[in-house]
């Protein structure tokens, strides 16, 4: 229905920066709102920001001030910038789209899910 894809994880030193992309394509009528969330190796999937349509953010509270997340409309996607990453930010971040898609016969919900980026943060 739609599908995610992200981009721009890698290996980075603590301190430095990334900024990660999601694309979503498929039959898509609407995006309301998309996210992102990480989870680390051993621990559980957590929020990490969500955007809406109209640009209302949300972030998670021990991460607010080094991260900003966007979108760009016009091409379907999200962006995290990520700055001063720390050791603890490790681990594989995922894209999440809610919106309304075009099945064939009557617009319905998705909720989709990206199949993860890894971000590994160095000491």
């Known amino acids: 229905q739609v599908q995610l894809v992200e981009s721009g994880g890698g290996l980075v030193q603590a301190g430095g920066s990334l900024r990660l992309s999601c694309r979503a394509s498929?039959?898509?009528?609407?995006?309301?709102?998309m996210g992102w969330y990480r989870q680390a190796p051993g621990k559980q999937r957590e929020l990490v920001a969500t955007i809406t349509s109209g640009g209302l953010t949300n972030y998670a509270d021990s991460l607010k001030g080094r991260l900003t997340i966007s979108r760009d409309n016009a091409k379907n996607t999200a962006y995290l910038q990520m700055n001063s990453l720390k050791v603890e930010d490790t681990g594989v971040y995922y894209c999440k789209a809610q919106g309304i898609w075009d099945s064939g016969t009557i617009p319905q919900e998705y909720h989709s899910w990206g199949q993860g980026t890894q971000v590994t943060v160095s000491s």
């Open positions: 498929g039959r898509v009528f609407s995006i309301d709102v």
